[in-house]
């Protein structure tokens, strides 16, 4: 019986310090390859718009909208163009473009046009859109998506 008691004293060994800083530099290896992986942020240099101050009344420009269907007819301002042309000139509206962009230069105000295409219109009647655009030198363009149903 004596024995008995012998082996349980044998079993504890006490507190053993050579596998704790075995995991101590685990743990410090994984952070130090871990930090050569992280992604350095570049610095975006953009300018924030402020608060301008103004001398007098500013004049708002006239907003153009065109509107493209899931059938592929476009419309200024809800006024169709070129209803029977399938093709990809759009000649009405290309012309319509030219004559707004030179009565705003006349008046020294910029055009601004507003995209509105349904959620299923194709993408190469939008590109002919833009292309009528680019003919008629009209720089300030914006898109949004017709969502109503």
């Known amino acids: ?24 530099f685990v743990i410090m290896l994984f952070f130090m390859v ?31 909208i065109i509107t493209i269907a899931e059938t ?13 042309n399938k093709g990809h000139e759009l000649p009405q509206l290309t012309a319509t473009l030219m004559r707004l962009k030179q009565a705003s230069e006349a008046a020294k105000t910029p055009v601004v046009v507003t995209i509105i295409s349904d959620q299923g219109a194709k993408y190469s009647r939008t590109v002919d859109v833009l292309d009528a655009l680019a003919v008629a030198q009209v720089p300030n363009v914006t898109f949004t998506v017709n969502d109503e149903e």
């Open 72 to 84: 592929g007819e476009v419309a200024l301002n809800d006024e169709p163009m070129d209803e029977g």
């Open 1 to 24: 019986m004596r024995r008995l008691v012998d082996n349980l004293n044998e079993g504890n060994l006490g507190f053993q310090i050579a596998p704790m800083i075995d995991v101590v």
């Open 34 to 64: 871990m930090a050569g992986a992280v992604k350095v942020e570049k610095e975006l240099n953009t300018t924030l718009p402020g608060s301008a101050e103004t001398s007098g009344s500013q004049d708002f420009v006239d907003e153009q």
